[in-house]
């Protein structure tokens, strides 16, 4: 992998709420086609440190680089473009309730893209059969479980051919049963070579499809390496501690 | 025997239908210009209200506010008889259209706004990291469902606002209870009361059974 270039790069990335500092020193790599994993308690900082990657969040200072473009001081009237090249899937899916599932694959593809309607329409069709949704394109987002409205906002995102895909905890609201459909879609796409950055609890999906985790905590990255060394070998005080805690409440 | 020659004397019926009929065509006519001029005003200035510029917002606000306190009838008799004396008079019609419609799309902006309010973050933040602009999520994503969720209210407030059509009779427009209530003077009989009773049910139930198809064709569940 370390002769892929760097995809996503986070370089001295501070965010401040106010008073309150989020983000302390953030340096994160993530070359193509990996996949890297963010773990963390909550309040650590990994939702915005997502949202700073497609600018949702404004950072305080620091640099990130999107596939070698400097995103951090695009100006706004170019951050649409730039969004389309990051894909975000969000832990509560949000999929626009009042279109079918076929109209929400496709409307970013016509109306930020700039694809014809039966392009679109071709191409949405397409990630939904990858997704195992094609069934389903006339459905609304109501009509399904929470895990095939979470594949069918994969589909949604990944139709837009971005370069990275950020994932915020995206199986967290999921009724256990239904969380292997959409790893499944996430071992997929990472088949396909997607460069993701996944912040999650899986541990067993991140030993699995992991090239890397990150340990974060107090908005600062303190810990990173190969899911066995992380898992298998922590070595800061904090991670151990994090580790047994959600160890504990994984095997209840 | 008394009561049907009262309410529905055949002679009067016959001496006033062609007028009550004209003056129902009157009474569509401005409750149709009302609903398209309140309801698409309304939706507007609740986008614009959504680009949250304080000046504008201050201006729409105050102007909602106005609209919404103010009996609509003030409004129709300061534009129809203070207007002329400073060199702008308007007739009745254009008057009645005027003063319904902002009201109504002093109305329709509120119920707009609060659907607006009412969308979930999240569907803004997914329209735009999916690369729409502040204004394709607005058009595309938010008031779409602001729309759904304001039409129960809606419906309701233009029924309540059509039927205000009735002021018209104050400043003489020909709608149906204006040439009802002259037709009754002039026969001396209650008869054609019942006609523009019966008048506004042709108009106004039709109105309401298509407002429960509207509510049921543009519901769904979240
Ligand atoms: N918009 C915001 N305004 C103020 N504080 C915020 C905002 N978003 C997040 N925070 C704060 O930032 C901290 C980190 O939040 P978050 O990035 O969501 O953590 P995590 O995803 O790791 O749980 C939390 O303490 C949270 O309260
Ligand atoms: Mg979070």
Same mark, same amino acid.
């Given at each position: ?10 370089h001295a990335?501070?965010?401040?709420f ?11 790599? +993530? ?8 773990? *963390? ?6 939702? !915005? ?18 596939? *070698? ?7 706004r ?14 832990q ?49 987002? %109501? ?8 594949? +069918? ?13 950020l994932?915020?905890?995206? !199986? ?13 879609v ?8 997607m !460069? ?19 340990f ?8 990173q ?19 047994s805690?959600? %160890? ?5 | ?15 006033y ?14 409750? /149709? ?5 309140? /309801? ?15 000046s504008?917002n ?8 106005? =609209?919404?306190? #103010?009996?609509p009838?003030?409004?129709?008799l &300061? #534009? ?5 004396? /400073?060199?702008?008079? #308007?007739? $009745? ?14 109305? $329709? ?25 502040k ?13 759904? =969720?304001? &039409? ?5 407030? &233009? ?6 059509? $009735? ?9 149906i ?5 002259? $037709? ?10 019942? =006609? ?10 039709p ?9 049921r064709?543009?519901?769904?569940? =979240?």
């Open positions: 992998m370390s002769q892929h270039r760097a995809m996503l790069e986070i990335l501070e965010k401040r106010g008073q309150t500092e989020v983000l302390k020193n953030i340096d994160l790599k +993530v070359r193509e086609g990996e996949l890297v994993f963010v773990i *963390g308690p909550s309040g650590s900082g990994k939702s !915005t440190m997502l949202r700073c990657c497609n600018r949702l969040e404004e950072p305080t200072s620091g640099a990130i680089m999107i596939d *070698g473009a400097r995103i951090t001081d695009i100006p009237r170019d951050l649409d473009k730039m969004r389309l090249k990051v894909g975000m899937v969000f509560g899916f949000h999929l626009y309730p009042h279109m079918t599932v076929l109209k929400n694959v496709m409307l970013a593809q016509v109306k930020a893209l700039g694809r014809s309607k039966a392009e679109a329409e071709a191409r949405a069709l397409d990630m939904l059969d990858q997704v195992g949704l094609k069934h389903k394109a006339d459905a609304r987002p %109501s009509e399904l479980s929470g895990g095939q409205q979470q594949r +069918v906002a994969i589909a949604r995102a990944v139709a837009l051919d971005p370069k990275v895909m994932f915020d905890e995206p !199986t967290s609201a999921l009724d256990p049963e239904l969380v292997g459909s959409v790893l499944n996430m071992k997929d796409l990472r088949q396909k070579g !460069t993701m950055l996944v912040v999650s609890h899986e541990m067993a999906f991140a030993r699995e499809a992991a090239d890397r985790v990150v974060m905590d107090g908005g600062y990255v303190v810990e390496g190969p899911p066995e060394e992380v898992f298998g070998n922590p070595k800061s005080e904090r991670l151990k501690a994090f580790l805690r959600v %160890s504990g409440t994984a095997a209840a | 025997m008394r009561f049907l020659e009262t309410f529905f004397n055949p002679a009067v019926i016959g001496q239908l062609p007028d009550i009929i004209a003056a129902m065509w009157v009474t569509i006519y401005l409750a /149709v210009a009302t609903v398209l001029t309140g /309801v698409l005003l309304g939706a507007g200035l609740a986008c614009i209200r959504a680009a949250n510029l304080k504008v201050f201006c729409i606000i105050v102007f909602a506010d106005v =609209m919404r306190a #103010l009996p009838l003030v409004l129709i &300061i #534009l129809y008889f203070g207007m002329p004396s /400073v060199g702008l008079s #308007l007739s $009745a019609e254009v008057v009645i259209w005027l003063v319904l419609s902002s009201v109504l799309t002093a109305f $329709a902006e509120e119920i707009f706004w609060g659907g607006l309010t009412a969308v979930p973050a999240g569907q803004w933040e997914a329209g735009r990291a999916t690369g729409h602009s204004f394709q999520t607005l058009i595309y994503i938010a008031l779409p469902q602001a729309v759904r =969720m304001g &039409i129960p209210p809606l419906v309701n407030r &233009i029924l309540a606002t059509t039927k205000l059509t $009735a002021l018209g009779s104050v400043i003489g427009v020909k709608e209870l204006s040439v009802a209530s002259s $037709a009754q003077s002039f026969s001396g009989s209650a008869t054609p009361l019942t =006609m523009a009773a019966i008048a506004y049910m042709i108009i106004f139930i109105a309401v059974i298509a407002s429960h198809w509207v509510e064709r543009f519901s769904y569940k =979240m």
